[in-house]
């Protein structure tokens, strides 16, 4: 063995390379030695070439026996995994492998020696390798088994993919990012397309609900029966329990409408006005004013009779007038509630409706005042001017009668003459009385009635009665005056339109309420809103509402009408 000096020279590291990389491929036999030298020549240059790969692959390369012990390592294997050749060969596998997982691994190596191929190691495993400093990377490992001289082993290529999977952790950050930015997104415009709908449907709701109000107030419906639709539409539409109307007074807003107040507390209750309550703050402001706690409130002071009904959160807005307010509307609730922009243009363009029909309310009091004060001025010129000229010209007929003592026939005519200048008197007085019907003292109305009931007798040929059982006193001038017109004015309809032939007016108490009922036998007519306005009933109604009375009307055809107008007296 000592003379073989050429053996000793060459180096044993290629002699070992050859025999781990090369296969176990059977050696062609060599022909004759012409062409032995070129061939070991040419073996010499591929192990040097495998040797160098072997050494500089970019990757550790491991090899390993079938006993599981490391063999040879490359030179990336002490920068990957901080030990020397020299501290790797002759240990076993599992020196590089965390504790965790080396229970298992002598299993699954024995499985692959069982049937050994090229393939990926842990494959769809999360697999990791250990530093000699105890520290560990997740690693990809490729094994491909080799058939030796000195029998089978197995090449491990390691490559550290710590890059690769902070690279890969940060792109799957960035995807699940970007896919709870496309949710939060996609759950944003859902919302917002939601609420635009929810939005815009509550917007149609509202402005139905105005037009409904405003339908409702140009029927000629009276102000009470609007003031009460009003506050029942805005608890609806704005889902509030309470919602109140308020009447501007000298130094007081009085509850002359509501909704979801205590028993007996509209028509009584007064709020001051000023920073005293919601509604006086409002009309100092000028401007709607909207309330989300009214625990917290420090703008105006919260009124007794809000914390009694429990009222937490509203809004006010201005109800206007001719040349000032008319008064406040409300809406409020017991929950802590933000009320939107709509909200508070709806609950303005409500009031605005209301200031509307409270405006034409006030132009045809106007009329119907003025009206009365010409019948009144007519009456009284009638009485002081025109009978008193009949009276002259009867005294002076009086007189010609005795001139006509002694021409029989002249005298008789004169005296026709006469009694038809006092029949005009009375009838002038009559018609006088009834422009200007109702006296001062309280008991003006039965003595109008019931000369009202002697000359309906007398003008249009009928039955009329006055029935007034117990004596009925109304001391309110204004509305005696407006219940006779209204009796006036269902007589001249059951007469014109009814062609009635028997007509009873009625007075009386019943329970704190004065009733004046106007029957008749007339033709009637059908309920179905068509014929009122010629009727003259519309002007009945407006009477009725000026003076806080309700007037209610039934009538069928061929079965007469009946008249009933209730006032609420105290």
Same mark, same amino acid.
């Given at each position: 063995?000592?003379?073989?000096?050429?053996?000793?020279?060459?180096?044993?590291?290629?002699?070992?390379?050859?025999?781990?990389?090369?296969?176990?491929?059977?050696?062609?036999?060599?022909?004759?030695?012409?062409?032995?030298?070129?061939?070991?020549?040419?073996?010499?240059?591929?192990?040097?070439?495998?040797?160098?790969?072997?050494?500089?692959?970019?990757?550790?390369?491991?090899?390993?026996?079938?006993?599981?012990?490391?063999?040879?390592?490359?030179?990336?294997?002490?920068?990957?995994?901080?030990?020397?050749?020299?501290?790797?060969?002759?240990?076993?596998?599992?020196?590089?492998?965390?504790?965790?997982?080396?229970?298992?691994?002598?299993?699954?190596?024995?499985?692959?020696?069982?049937?050994?191929?090229?393939?990926?190691?842990?494959?769809?495993?999360?697999?990791?390798?250990?530093?000699?400093?105890?520290?560990?990377?997740?690693?990809?490992?490729?094994?491909?088994?080799?058939?030796?001289?000195?029998?089978?082993?197995?090449?491990?290529?390691?490559?550290?993919?710590?890059?690769?999977?902070?690279?890969?952790?940060?792109? @799957?950050?960035?995807?699940?990012?970007?896919?709870?930015?496309?949710?939060?997104?996609?759950?944003?415009?859902?919302?917002?397309?939601?609420?635009?709908?929810?939005?815009?449907?509550?917007?149609?709701?509202?402005?139905?609900?105005?037009?409904?109000?405003?339908?409702?107030?140009?029927?000629?419906?009276?102000?009470?029966?609007?003031?009460?639709?009003?506050?029942?539409?805005?608890?609806?539409?704005?889902?509030?329990?309470?919602?109140?109307?308020?009447?501007?007074?000298?130094?007081?807003?009085?509850?002359?409408?509501?909704?979801?107040?205590?028993?007996?507390?509209?028509?009584?209750?007064?709020?001051?006005?000023?920073?005293?309550?919601?509604?006086?703050?409002?009309?100092?402001?000028?401007?709607?004013?909207?309330?989300?706690?009214?625990?917290?409130?420090?703008?105006?002071?919260?009124?007794?009779?809000?914390?009694?009904?429990?009222?937490?959160?509203?809004?006010?807005?201005?109800?206007?007038?001719?040349?000032?307010?008319?008064?406040?509307?409300?809406?409020?609730?017991?929950?802590?509630?933000?009320?939107?922009?709509?909200?508070?243009?709806?609950?303005?363009?409500?009031?605005?409706?209301?200031?509307?029909?409270?405006?034409?309310?006030?132009?045809?009091?106007?009329?119907?005042?003025?009206?009365?004060?010409?019948?009144?001025?007519?009456?009284?010129?009638?009485?002081?001017?025109?009978? $008193?000229?009949?009276?002259?010209?009867?005294? $002076?007929?009086?007189?010609?009668?005795?001139?006509?003592?002694?021409?029989?026939?002249?005298?008789?005519?004169?005296? @026709?003459?006469?009694?038809?200048?006092?029949?005009?008197?009375?009838?002038?007085?009559?018609?006088?009385?009834?422009?200007?019907?109702?006296?001062?003292?309280?008991?003006?109305?039965?003595?109008?009635?019931?000369?009202?009931?002697?000359?309906?007798?007398?003008?249009?040929?009928?039955?009329?009665?006055?029935?007034?059982?117990?004596?009925?006193?109304? %001391?309110?001038?204004?509305?005696?005056?407006?219940?006779?017109?209204?009796?006036? %004015?269902?007589?001249?309809?059951?007469?014109?339109?009814?062609?009635?032939?028997?007509?009873?007016?009625?007075?009386?108490?019943?329970?704190?309420?004065?009733?004046?009922?106007?029957?008749?036998?007339?033709?009637?007519?059908?309920?179905?809103?068509?014929?009122?306005?010629?009727?003259?009933?519309?002007?009945?109604?407006?009477?009725?509402?000026?003076?806080?009375?309700?007037?209610?009307?039934?009538?069928?055809?061929?079965?007469?009408?009946?008249?009933?107008?209730?006032?609420?007296?105290?």
């Amino acid at each position: 063995m000592s003379s073989q000096k050429p053996a000793k020279s060459r180096p044993v590291q290629s002699t070992r390379h050859k025999e781990i990389i090369t296969s176990a491929r059977p050696r062609k036999p060599v022909s004759d030695n012409r062409h032995k030298l070129p061939d070991k020549e040419k073996s010499q240059r591929t192990n040097n070439l495998l040797a160098a790969f072997f050494r500089f692959a970019p990757d550790a390369v491991i090899v390993v026996d079938e006993t599981g012990r490391i063999t040879r390592v490359n030179d990336q294997v002490k920068t990957m995994f901080g030990y020397t050749s020299r501290e790797l060969v002759g240990k076993r596998i599992e020196v590089l492998i965390p504790a965790r997982f080396r229970g298992r691994h002598g299993e699954h190596r024995n499985h692959y020696l069982s049937a050994p191929r090229l393939r990926e190691m842990g494959i769809d495993l999360e697999l990791y390798a250990l530093r000699k400093d105890g520290s560990e990377f997740p690693a990809d490992i490729m094994l491909s088994p080799i058939n030796t001289e000195e029998g089978r082993v197995v090449i491990a290529t390691v490559r550290d993919v710590t890059e690769h999977k902070r690279v890969e952790e940060a792109l @799957r950050r960035s995807h699940e990012e970007l896919e709870i930015r496309v949710r939060e997104r996609t759950s944003e415009l859902a919302y917002a397309t939601q609420t635009a709908v929810a939005a815009f449907e509550n917007r149609a709701r509202q402005q139905s609900a105005v037009a409904e109000l405003s339908r409702r107030a140009l029927e000629g419906r009276d102000l009470t029966s609007v003031l009460d639709d009003a506050v029942s539409i805005v608890t609806k539409v704005l889902d509030v329990e309470f919602c109140k109307i308020l009447e501007l007074a000298e130094d007081a807003l009085s509850l002359r409408a509501g909704a979801g107040w205590k028993e007996g507390t509209v028509g009584k209750i007064s709020l001051p006005i000023g920073l005293g309550s919601h509604g006086g703050f409002t009309l100092l402001s000028n401007s709607p004013v909207v309330v989300e706690d009214l625990r917290t409130e420090t703008r105006f002071q919260a009124p007794a009779f809000f914390l009694d009904h429990g009222v937490r959160s509203g809004i006010s807005v201005i109800i206007h007038g001719r040349g000032k307010p008319y008064g406040v509307l409300g809406a409020h609730t017991g929950r802590q509630r933000s009320f939107t922009g709509d909200d508070v243009h709806f609950l303005q363009s409500v009031a605005d409706v209301l200031a509307a029909a409270i405006e034409r309310r006030v132009l045809e009091e106007e009329l119907l005042n003025a009206s009365s004060r010409e019948q009144q001025r007519i009456g009284q010129d009638l009485h002081d001017s025109l009978c $008193q000229q009949l009276a002259g010209i009867e005294f $002076q007929n009086s007189v010609l009668v005795q001139q006509l003592s002694k021409t029989p026939e002249a005298r008789a005519e004169a005296a @026709r003459i006469g009694e038809l200048i006092r029949n005009a008197t009375k009838q002038a007085r009559a018609l006088a009385r009834g422009l200007s019907p109702v006296e001062i003292e309280p008991n003006g109305l039965m003595s109008a009635l019931n000369s009202l009931a002697i000359n309906a007798t007398n003008l249009f040929r009928v039955r009329c009665s006055f029935e007034c059982p117990q004596p009925v006193l109304l %001391e309110n001038r204004k509305a005696a005056t407006h219940l006779y017109r209204i009796a006036q %004015e269902a007589i001249g309809n059951a007469v014109k339109h009814g062609q009635a032939k028997t007509i009873v007016i009625s007075l009386k108490h019943v329970d704190q309420e004065l009733v004046l009922t106007v029957k008749d036998d007339g033709a009637g007519f059908s309920q179905d809103g068509r014929g009122i306005e010629g009727m003259g009933l519309r002007i009945m109604d407006y009477r009725a509402d000026m003076i806080g009375a309700m007037l209610r009307i039934d009538s069928l055809r061929g079965e007469g009408t009946t008249v009933a107008c209730r006032l609420r007296l105290g």
